[in-house]
Nanobody
Framework: QVQLVESGGGWVQPGGSLRLSCAASGSIFRIYGMGWYRQAPGKQRELVATITRGGSTKYADSVKGRFTISRDNAKNTVYLQMNSLKFEDTAVYSC???????????????WGQGTLVTVSS
């Protein structure tokens, strides 16, 4: 059983900051690409940021310059530092591992359950 568990969501005022974490657990040999996605009420899920195992990153235009994705391969953990938060950043944020290589040579794509971020005054 492989799981991704997010933490760090919550309520924050506009202009504030939050740091999300997503830790993978299970019989993991290696994790390749990881990313954060979000889904606001009544909207489709959208990509926020991705990071390769080597550290190459991509961001949605709406978060460039405000959000930073990083990872710790030794801890099988990905982070999302969110600064200068706006009302429109309110959403459920989910992490994704696009390919997890398990100890038994199987590969899986895994999603976390999500953590709610609410930006409100």
């Amino acid at each position: 059983q492989v799981q991704l568990v997010e933490s760090g969501g919550g309520w924050v005022q506009p202009g504030g900051s939050l740091r999300l974490s997503c830790a993978a657990s299970g019989s993991i040999f290696r994790i390749y690409g990881m990313g954060w996605y979000r889904q606001a009420p009544g909207k489709q899920r959208e990509l926020v940021a991705t990071i390769t195992r080597g550290g190459s990153t991509k961001y949605a235009d709406s978060v460039k310059g405000r959000f930073t994705i990083s990872r710790d391969n030794a801890k099988n953990t990905v982070y999302l530092q969110m600064n200068s938060l706006k009302f429109e950043d309110t959403a459920v944020y989910s992490c994704n591992a696009d390919r997890i290589l398990l100890m038994d040579d199987r590969s899986l794509e895994v999603w976390g359950q999500g953590t709610l971020v609410t930006v409100s005054s």
